[in-house]
C-alpha cells in the first residue's frame, strides 16, 4: 500500500538557520504530494502542495519539489525563525475507488530556538 | 475565508458511553473526510462522503459510524467508547467536482474519554 516516510525528530534549529526535512514515498501511480504543519494545540494547516513530477510547492518561505525518480519530497527553507516552531507532515493523496485519502508520515518536530 | 467548523472542540466522556462529533465543511465543499489522531501520532483516515454517500473507508472500528447530510454537514458517531478512542478527531473539506482535490482541515475535536 501507499506510504510516506519522513525524518525523525525532534529537529532543533537556532534562528535563521538552513532547514531540511526529508520525505519519501511509496505509491502506485502518481499521487499529489502535500506538507501540513501543525501548531501546539491547533489543527493541520497546508502549508504546500505539488501535484506532479518537478512541480515545486512553495509557500511562507517554504519550498518542495516533487521528485518521481527519487520519490521523495523534501521540504526546505532558508532561514528559519521561532514562529516556525511545529510538527510537520508529509503526506499523500491517491485517487482510489472515489476517495482522496491522505496517507501522512509520523511527522517531524522541528524547534527553533532563539 | 470560511473554514471547517467542527464541533465540540473538547469532549469528555466515560468509558462505554456515546458521542457525537459534527463537521461542517467550507461552504460549495462536497466531500468530508474523518481522521483520527492519537497523542505524538500521525493523523489515520477513518471515513470519507462524497455528495452525501460513502466514498471510502479507511480504519475505523464498527463501533463508529458516520453520515453526510444534505447539507453536507457531517457527523461521526461513536459508540461503547473505550480509553483507546482518546484522540484529535479532524474533519477536512474538498471539492471533488471542483476539481480540487487539496483537503482544508478544521481545528479538531479533542475526546477525552475517561
Known amino acids: 500500500g501507499d506510504s510516506v516516510t519522513q525524518m525523525e525528530g525532534p529537529v532543533t534549529l537556532s534562528e535563521e538557520a538552513f532547514l531540511t526535512i526529508n520525505c519519501t514515498y511509496t505509491?502506485?501511480?502518481?499521487?499529489?504530494l502535500f506538507w501540513y504543519v501543525q501548531y501546539p494545540g491547533e489543527g493541520l494547516q497546508l502549508l504546500l502542495k505539488?501535484?506532479?513530477?518537478?512541480d515545486k510547492g512553495s509557500n511562507k518561505g517554504f519550498e518542495a519539489t516533487y521528485r518521481k525518480e527519487t520519490t521523495s519530497f523534501h521540504l526546505e527553507k532558508g532561514s528559519v525563525q521561532v514562529s516556525d516552531s511545529a510538527v510537520y507532515f508529509c503526506?499523500?493523496?491517491?485517487?482510489?475507488?472515489?476517495?482522496?485519502?491522505?496517507?501522512f508520515g509520523k511527522g517531524t518536530k522541528l524547534s527553533v530556538i532563539p | 475565508a470560511a473554514g471547517v467548523i467542527q464541533s465540540p472542540r473538547h469532549l469528555i466522556k466515560e468509558k462505554r458511553e456515546t458521542a457525537t462529533l459534527k463537521c461542517y465543511p467550507i461552504?460549495?465543499?462536497?466531500?468530508v473526510y474523518w481522521y483520527q489522531q492519537g497523542p505524538g501520532q500521525d493523523p489515520q483516515f477513518l471515513i470519507s462522503?462524497?455528495?452525501?454517500?460513502?466514498?471510502d473507508k479507511g480504519s475505523i472500528p464498527d463501533r463508529f459510524s458516520a453520515q453526510q447530510f444534505s447539507d453536507y454537514h457531517s457527523e461521526l458517531n461513536m459508540s461503547s467508547l473505550e480509553l483507546g478512542d482518546s484522540a484529535l478527531y479532524f474533519c477536512?473539506?474538498?471539492?471533488?467536482?471542483?476539481?480540487?482535490?487539496?483537503?482544508?482541515f478544521g481545528p479538531g475535536t479533542r475526546l477525552l474519554v475517561l
Open positions: 462522503f462524497y455528495e452525501k454517500m460513502q466514498s
Open positions: 505539488a501535484t506532479k513530477a518537478d
Open positions: 505509491a502506485t501511480g502518481y499521487p499529489s
Open positions: 461552504p460549495r465543499h462536497d466531500t
Open positions: 477536512a473539506s474538498s471539492s471533488l467536482t471542483g476539481g480540487q482535490e487539496t483537503q482544508y
Open positions: 503526506a499523500l493523496s491517491y485517487s482510489g475507488a472515489g476517495s482522496y485519502q491522505l496517507t
